[in-house]
């Protein structure tokens, strides 16, 4: 079964930091682009940040979260991690972890991140 499992949600105050994890579990990592996606209250779906080309790692952000959030990977222990810092109430939403190759691709469940005083 190929499967992306996302972690380390929590609520969490402006100005904080958090890390979200996504393990993968039934294919190489290394061989898929990967992303991170969000959605917030009452809006669709939007593209945080992705490393499309694992061969190079360069990696591309929203510009609402650049300087902010950082992703990464861990080919061997097959994660997928989103560093957030300096997180303020507009990033809250349901994040999601994203793996592609070719034509396909594969999506975690999504956590919840609520960033509230």
């Known amino acids: 079964q190929l499967q992306l499992v996302e972690s380390g949600g929590h609520l969490v105050q402006p100005g904080g930091s958090l890390r979200l994890s996504c393990a993968s579990s039934?294919?190489?990592?290394?061989?898929?682009?990967i992303a991170w996606f969000r959605q917030a209250p009452g809006k669709e779906r939007e593209g945080v940040s992705c490393m499309p080309d694992d061969r190079d790692g360069r990696t591309y952000y929203a510009d609402s979260v650049k300087g902010r959030f950082t992703i990464s990977k861990d080919n061997a222990k097959r994660m997928l991690y989103l560093q957030m810092n300096g997180l303020n109430v507009e990033d809250t939403a349901v994040y999601y972890c994203?793996?592609?190759?070719?034509?396909?691709?594969?999506w975690g469940q999504g956590i919840q991140v609520t960033v509230s005083s």
């Open positions: 994203n793996a592609q190759i070719g034509g396909s691709e594969f």
């Open positions: 039934g294919f190489t990592l290394e061989d898929y682009a």
